[in-house]
């Protein structure tokens, strides 16, 4: 096994809070292992154009707090092709990078298990996407951040929502995943809560609109996943219950990207560190291909590819404990 000397570390695909409290944390364990640490700006794509930034303990100072990512993140086209990861590849040989973190979802993780299948190249995934769909940890970075922002939004939107007697669509996200939605929903008390993995259909919404207007509701909360399965994107879904019950004044909130930022919770900064520590340290140890992660609060390993390809299932007991509630 060569000896790992100097390890470079870059933020991939959407950002999320906590991926600078990882930054801090994979730079600092290898300051502490007397390792050099190099950032890559932009993810694949800084890779590919030799976009570094030499990294020591100080410099990431203040930074644990801070949403976002000092190394700024991409979705990158060229990695895509053979020609981009040998130019990312002759970079890292010629900058004499031993081993990468990457710190990113499973976009992000694809193309690491592809550059290590054509250069045995020694990588080790942090995930970090606020979507929570990566399977081999029960949390991701920035997941707790993007639940506390997104229940802080709609609590809002409830007082406003009550004040009028309105009914609000609100847009959260994940595109292919219901983990925001759910667990946002169930946490700002959402009347229903619709999820890509569980479409039970528009007409089993309106019966239950209907429910609670006969049970004395006067406004209510419908918290929509982005990626839902319904067929119809926010807006169409708030115009078919307008016109089906027109007892209903609707409006639609769509949160975006401001879940994505923002300071991230102390939960997702104890998970980076956590996290960053045994990214490196595996590292050390001669491990590769490997995605750290959580799993019933013990930091633990998955094959990257695993990772990948694994699923995430919803919470059932969460959906019934939603029904539940909105009685
Ligand atoms: O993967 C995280 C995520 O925030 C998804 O929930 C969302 O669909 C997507 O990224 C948006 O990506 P972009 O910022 O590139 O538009």
Do not use: W
């Amino acid at each position: 096994m060569k000896e790992i000397k100097k390890i470079a570390v870059m933020t991939s695909g959407g950002d999320a809070p906590g991926m600078n409290a990882a930054i801090r944390s994979v730079v600092r364990t290898c300051a502490f292992y007397e390792k050099e640490c190099i950032g890559v700006y932009r993810g694949y794509q800084g890779l590919i154009e030799a976009d570094f930034l030499p990294l020591d303990a100080r410099k990431v100072k203040n930074i644990i707090n801070k949403g976002g990512t000092i190394l700024k993140s991409a979705r990158s086209n060229d990695f895509r092709t053979e020609e981009g990861r040998k130019k990312a590849h002759q970079n890292l040989v010629k900058e004499n990078i031993d081993a990468l973190v990457i710190i990113g979802g499973d976009g992000s993780f694809t193309g690491g298990v592809v550059f290590n299948e054509e250069y045995n190249f020694p990588i080790i995934g942090i995930p970090g996407t606020i979507d929570n769909d990566i399977y081999g940890t029960s949390h991701t970075l920035g997941y707790d951040t993007a639940l506390n922002t997104a229940v802080e939004a709609i609590d809002k939107i409830r007082d406003t929502a009550s004040s009028h007697n309105r009914l609000f669509f609100v847009e959260v996200m994940g595109r292919d995943a219901g983990f925001i939605a759910l667990n946002a929903g169930v946490g700002a008390g959402a009347e229903e809560i619709l999820i890509p993995e569980e479409n039970l259909g528009i007409d089993r919404l309106l019966e239950s609109l209907k429910r609670s207007r006969s049970k004395g509701k006067s406004s209510s909360i419908v918290v929509v996943a982005e990626g839902d399965r319904t067929g119809r994107n926010v807006f169409e879904l708030a115009d078919y219950v307008e016109e089906n019950l027109p007892e209903y004044e609707v409006r639609v909130s769509v949160l975006g990207h401001m879940q994505r930022g923002g300071s991230p919770s102390c939960f997702d900064r104890v998970l980076a560190s956590r996290l960053g520590v045994k990214a490196v340290e595996l590292l050390l140890e001669g491990e590769s291909d490997i995605m750290v992660g959580l799993i019933n609060n013990e930091v633990t390993t998955t094959n990257l590819e695993k990772a990948i390809k694994g699923h995430n299932s919803i919470n059932k007991e969460l959906l019934r404990v939603s029904d539940i509630m909105s009685t």
